[in-house]
């Protein structure tokens, strides 16, 4: 049997399957009669449909990848918002009195937290001009020997920026940790509790102020 337009036919189908190998399976042949080229032709349009319906599935497939990824974007970034809050809680920096800062630091003080609170602190003495700062470490339990030379030298940090640093409610333990490693706290004021560090902190200001208008 003859086939009919042969060549366009042909030509046709090529033009189809180089739409294909670019990814293109939108468009199907048009089948007509009942010679020879037909099956090819069927052939191609068979593959063209399980091509699309791969295409479709990869598609769907890839949108639930994207929506899983943008759900763990989100809830990472909950994550380290809820981090931040805790590091923030953890780190309370209150002003008490005009150019006194009080830092609480309550439960372990591991070198981790000693360098979030020396970040937290310098920093907010910095934007603040704070003049004094007190340092309350009564809630700590057990300061080990790193984290305690750690915690001199925020204190010493402090007072690179100009600000008197005064640490509070040391508790036995810490106070002979602080023995054990030989901690020079000669330039550094230790007080019993927060309230004589307050009062300590407002009689240095009054003085400074006194010398200023003297």
């Excluded at 366009?8 to 739409?19: D, F, H, S, V, Y």
């Amino acid at each position: 049997m003859a086939i009919a337009n042969l060549e366009e036919r042909l030509q046709r189908a090529e033009q189809i399957l180089t739409e294909v190998a670019q990814g293109n399976f939108d468009r199907n042949i048009e089948v007509t009669g009942e010679d020879s080229l037909v099956n090819l032709e069927m052939g191609i349009n068979f593959m063209i449909m399980d091509l699309r319906a791969m295409q479709e599935e990869n598609q769907l497939k890839e949108e639930r990848l994207l929506a899983k990824q943008t759900e763990l974007e989100e809830k990472l970034l909950t994550i380290e918002k809820q981090r931040e809050a805790i590091r923030e809680l953890s780190t309370p920096i209150m002003e008490v009195w005009d150019d006194v800062l009080v830092l609480p630091v309550v439960g372990v003080l591991d070198t981790r937290r000693s360098m979030e609170i020396m970040n937290t602190l310098l920093g907010t003495i910095v934007a603040n001009q704070s003049k004094c700062v007190i340092i309350d470490i009564t809630g700590v339990e057990v300061v080990d020997t790193k984290t305690a030379d750690y915690l001199l030298k925020v204190v010493h940090a402090a007072q690179l920026l100009g600000a008197r640093c005064v640490l509070t409610g040391i508790n036995p333990a810490v106070a002979q940790t602080l023995v054990e490693i030989g901690a020079d706290l000669s330039a550094v004021t230790t007080l019993r509790n927060l309230k004589a560090g307050l009062f300590d902190c407002i009689k240095y200001l009054r003085q400074g102020k006194a010398k200023a208008e003297g």
